[in-house]
């Protein structure tokens, strides 16, 4: 069950976003039920994250990371090292050159 929870959260923002575009509240009455989808599916994400990483931060927890330009990889060309400055994760991003060499 834990690793549909995810799923089941963003499955409830998706189809409460869906019916806010669809505007489906024209169609038949939903009582904000769209709203109260988004809102739910928000909470279970929140309590999720916060329950099963380990970062120390609240916010590196749930997915905002700070993160700071450390350095260039040495062995791949256009590729950046990133590290978060509260809890130390560390992420590598590749970058295209511009468009041209």
């Not at 799923?7 to 709203?35: E, K, P, R, W």
């Not at 909470?43 to 749930?62: A, D, M, Q």
């Not at 905002?64 to 256009?78: I, L, S, Y």
């Amino acid at each position: 069950m834990k690793k549909k929870t995810p799923l089941i959260g963003y499955t409830l923002i998706f189809l409460g976003t869906a019916f806010l575009v669809a505007d489906a509240d024209a169609l038949f009455n939903m009582y904000y039920l769209h709203y109260a989808s988004i809102i739910v599916g928000i909470v279970i994400l929140l309590i999720y994250y916060l329950t099963t990483r380990s970062e120390k931060n609240l916010l590196c927890r749930i997915g905002f990371h700070k993160f700071e330009h450390v350095g260039w990889d040495d062995k791949v060309t256009f590729r950046l090292i990133y590290r978060c400055q509260r809890c130390g994760y560390e992420k590598k991003v590749i970058r295209s050159s511009g468009g041209g060499v």
